[in-house]
């Protein structure tokens, strides 16, 4: 029964090498997302790929590693959170991290009960907040067979990320004034505090599948001691993979054709 009610909410079509879908979420707004699918026939292994905060489905970062997926025979879907920059539904000033989860939820039950895709071989990888949601994501839905955290942030209140950084000082005006300009967004105070509730590193100590960790040893936005602190509290099978000269993305070719392969081969061997 459920099958079917996702199917009233799916619209798909190409859109270049990859297929455009659309779904709702708990919500029954609107996500949009493009699978890039493998040569292969029958059904593929599916890894699911999680923006960053003001990041979209189509950055370079993302397409290349969807792309490269792809190439291995494993499916790769990228989506717009809600209330981002992306298609989806809403506004960046609503951007809610407890939504963010939500909207996981419901792109993983989507794909998980697409004919072209084997629901037994589910990954996740996500790209800094992208990052944090799928660590606190990933221990709570056994779909999720592997972990990659690209950059992503591993805790909260410290001050040590961009975001936060931009926080500083400012967190009376923030609440005064409901609200607060971050890189030319307005961004709602109840965006903060909702982070603060979510505290990912103790779901970290639940993580018992492989995880594949990569950082940039020049990032700036989220320090490499995020994911030096992961991977010291994760289980084997784990790596951490630190890239010199790489910032907090990989969209340089330089840097996503070493990213790339890797986070594939994690996949390959592990999915």
């Known amino acids: 029964m459920y099958?079917?009610?996702l199917r009233r909410y799916l619209r798909m079509k190409f859109s270049g090498s990859a297929r455009r879908v659309e779904l709702k979420n708990n919500q029954g707004r609107k996500i949009v997302g493009l699978i890039d699918l493998p040569k292969n026939q029958g059904r593929s292994p599916v890894v699911v790929i999680c923006h960053g905060f003001?990041?979209?489905k189509e950055?370079?970062?993302l397409k290349s590693l969807a792309q490269?997926?792809?190439?291995?025979?494993?499916?790769a879907m990228r989506f717009d959170f809600t209330n981002e920059r992306g298609e989806s539904d809403g506004t960046i000033e609503d951007i809610n991290?407890?939504?963010?989860?939500?909207d996981l939820k419901s792109v993983?039950?989507?794909?998980?009960?697409?004919?072209?895709?084997d629901p037994a071989r589910i990954g996740l990888a996500g790209h800094s907040m992208g990052g944090q949601v799928a660590l606190t994501y990933g221990p709570t839905d056994p779909r999720i067979k592997v972990l990659a955290d690209l950059a992503g942030v591993a805790y909260r209140g410290a001050q040590d990320t961009e975001l936060e950084k931009k926080l500083r000082g400012r967190a009376d005006h923030f609440q005064?004034?409901?609200?607060?300009?971050?890189w030319g967004y307005k961004i709602k105070f109840d965006f903060y505090t909702d982070l603060l509730k979510h505290d990912t590193l103790s779901q970290v100590k639940k993580i018992s599948i492989p995880t594949i960790i990569v950082h940039g040893r020049t990032d700036r936005i989220v320090p490499l001691k995020h994911s030096q602190t992961v991977?010291?509290?994760?289980?084997?099978?784990?790596?951490?993979v630190v890239i010199d000269g790489m910032p907090h993305t990989w969209r340089q070719p330089i840097h996503y054709k070493k990213v790339n392969p890797l986070v594939a081969e994690w996949f390959k061997k592990y999915l």
């Open 3 to 5: 099958f079917h009610v």
């Open 97 to 102: 991290f407890s939504q963010e989860l939500a």
């Open 108 to 117: 993983i039950d989507f794909i998980s009960y697409q004919g072209f895709i």
């Open 231 to 240: 991977y010291e509290i994760l289980r084997e099978p784990k790596r951490l």
């Open 176 to 182: 005064k004034n409901g609200f607060l300009f971050i």
């Open 59 to 61: 950055e370079i970062h």
């Open 68 to 75: 490269t997926l792809a190439k291995n025979g494993i499916a």
């Open 54 to 56: 003001t990041g979209y």
